[in-house]
């Protein structure tokens, strides 16, 4: 079984540009998360997917951060514009359903924000 | 606010003896808890898990306790190898909720040969 696939591995840009992360997950897991892992810390969850539709977004800053899961596959997650803060490993995790627990998680983008 | 603590960023343990990875919670919803295990440049992979209705976990070297009126769970892992060097996340959900799950701040477990 193919993991959860993300891209790019690394990216470096400089604040208030924009950014676009992108994720793959496993074949026939319906839902998605996006992590954001701030060094030091645990990840935390930005917003999760149930195909494509939205379940809990309640801690992404939506004035900057924005995702969505087109056709309930791949999603694609946006900062714009970036600030300094926002450096962290971006991880992506999928899993069969909403009540199904242990996610995989992908490698994750680290994102240097410079 | 952390729900989910890790209160030893560290912990370095000789090969054969037993490592002791602690976590704490605050939720005393939670009745759902994970353990993974993560790598340098990698995404974290699952590990073990046990469900609130359990005290003890066991899958081969590796057994996850909880105490539920202390709010407490540990992973024990015998014998410690050192493959077993790695950042390990805890991690608590309330299934009442949905299956967001809220992670601790990580040990860095280092197995010395």
């Known amino acids: 079984e193919a993991g959860v696939a993300q891209s790019p591995r690394y990216k470096i840009i400089e604040k208030r540009q924009s950014v676009a992360f992108w994720c793959n997950p496993i074949?026939?897991?319906?839902?998605l998360y996006w992590y954001q892992q701030i060094l030091g810390q645990g990840p935390k969850l930005l917003i999760q997917f149930q195909n494509n539709g939205v379940v809990d977004d309640s801690q992404l800053p939506k004035d900057r951060f924005s995702a969505e899961r087109l056709k309930g596959v791949d999603s694609t997650l946006k900062i714009q514009p970036a600030k300094l803060e926002d450096s962290a490993v971006y991880l992506c995790a999928s899993s069969l359903d909403v009540g199904a627990y242990g996610y995989t998680f992908g490698s994750g983008t680290r994102l240097t924000v410079v | 606010d952390q729900q989910v603590k890790q209160n030893s960023p560290s912990l370095s343990v000789q090969e054969g003896r037993i490592s002791i990875l602690n976590c704490d919670y605050t939720?005393?919803?939670?009745?759902?808890f994970l353990w993974y295990k993560k790598y340098p440049a990698e995404g974290p992979t699952f590990l073990i898990s046990i469900s609130s209705i359990k005290d003890k976990n066991e899958d081969g070297r590796f057994t996850v306790f909880l105490n539920k009126s202390a709010k407490h769970l540990s992973l024990h892992i015998v014998p410690s190898q050192p493959g077993d060097s790695a950042v390990y996340f805890c991690?608590?959900?309330?299934?009442?909720?949905?299956?967001?799950?809220?992670f601790g701040t990580g040990t860095s477990l280092t197995v010395i040969p």
């Open positions: 074949s026939g897991h319906a839902t």
């Open positions: 991690a608590a959900s309330d299934s009442n909720t949905g299956n967001q799950f809220y």
């Open positions: 939720n005393s919803m939670f009745d759902y």
